[in-house]
């Protein structure tokens, strides 16, 4: 008897803990590309730079599907600038990207400004993930983002269900602070450790809570707007830029090989045929690699394409980039919650 009783109590723990992590947001914000070096090093380094700025777009919705695999989380969004409200909220930056191997600085910061994870993953891809026919193919780096979605799920794990509540207030009312500071200052406070807390929580029937939850799901149908066309990229930009990223790991391959044999060899004299003939080399290979770079980038345009979301019976047009769009639409939402009297 008392086994089973062990046992059940078991099972309602890992109910209680998946329905816990199930609730919580995550906004996952498009990478940093991690082209804050001298850019006359970009060649040697091998950074493309408008490949970097796609991988910048493309590498969080991949982190985004592996995230979701597990299905005990609430929305999981990926956005084009950060916004500090999240429940919780994923940045990377991009470290090392050619092909051969990935590696990315990434955090996760709740809204109560606790960090719950800020490691650097790398993966070096498998001969299997760039052959077709195999049957072990799988998505170039799919271990990383697991690792990271593991590592994630672990962490929401430890908290029980009175501190995911916590940080869904604390969610909430610093979206209402940062909307109408008048009316909401007071409720969330910064302590000496520059951790966000709950000073007090407004009526459960407030009508400001009401007016200013209603704000945040507006301001959400952009963001799965905008999501959506991230998810597109992804779907129709993934086969190209797999096969770019199969070519430039096929390129760093042969160009280290190519570089080890010459460092055995004797430098050929300056002016000589083989020095000119080594540096030809490099030229064509450096603007081959620009050439593919260039086409590739080419698909990512539609970036700045408008997007066009009904608001108040009536369709609102926003132009520039989404990150432009994004705060745009904030800008927007803000104005009709003030022209409503909220402020």
């Not at 290979?285 to 345009?301: D, P, T």
């Amino acid at each position: 008897m008392m086994v089973r009783l062990l046992v059940i109590c078991s099972l309602l723990l890992a109910m209680n803990s998946q329905a816990d992590t199930r609730l919580v947001d995550v906004n996952i914000v498009v990478f940093d590309p991690g082209l804050d070096v001298d850019p006359s090093q970009y060649r040697k380094l091998g950074i493309f730079p408008e490949i970097r700025e796609l991988e910048a777009r493309y590498l969080p919705f991949a982190l985004r599907e592996s995230i979701m695999q597990s299905d005990e989380w609430g929305p999981v969004r990926v956005l084009p600038a950060a916004d500090p409200e999240s429940e919780l909220l994923v940045t990377g930056k991009i470290l090392h990207s050619d092909g051969v191997s990935l590696e990315l600085q990434i955090r996760a910061v709740d809204a109560s400004g606790r960090e719950w994870l800020n490691k650097t993953y790398s993966e070096r891809a498998a001969d299997a993930d760039y052959q077709p026919n195999s049957i072990q193919k799988e998505r170039p780096f799919a271990e990383l983002y697991q690792r990271f979605a593991g590592d994630l799920l672990s962490a929401a794990r430890l908290l029980g269900q009175s501190e995911i509540r916590r940080i869904q207030d604390l969610a909430l009312l610093r979206y209402a602070q940062s909307l109408a500071p008048g009316a909401f200052n007071g409720y969330v406070v910064l302590d000496e450790f520059g951790r966000f807390n709950l000073a007090r929580l407004p009526a459960y029937d407030d009508p400001m809570l009401a007016r200013i939850e209603l704000v945040r799901e507006r301001e959400y149908v952009f963001v799965d707007t905008v999501d959506g066309q991230y998810a597109t990229l992804f779907q129709e930009l993934g086969p190209t830029y797999d096969l770019w990223r199969e070519f430039n790991r096929e390129q760093a391959l042969y160009q280290r090989l190519y570089e080890d044999r010459l460092a055995k060899r004797e430098k050929p004299k300056k002016g000589s045929y083989q020095a000119m003939k080594r540096a030809y080399l490099n030229f064509k290979w450096a603007k081959v690699q620009e050439q593919e770079s260039a086409r590739l980038a080419e698909g990512f345009r539609n970036e700045t394409q408008p997007t066009f979301l009904e608001l108040e019976g009536r369709v609102v047009e926003l132009n520039g980039s989404l990150e432009d769009q994004y705060r745009e639409w904030r800008d927007i939402l803000r104005s009709i919650y003030e022209l409503e009297g909220g402020a």
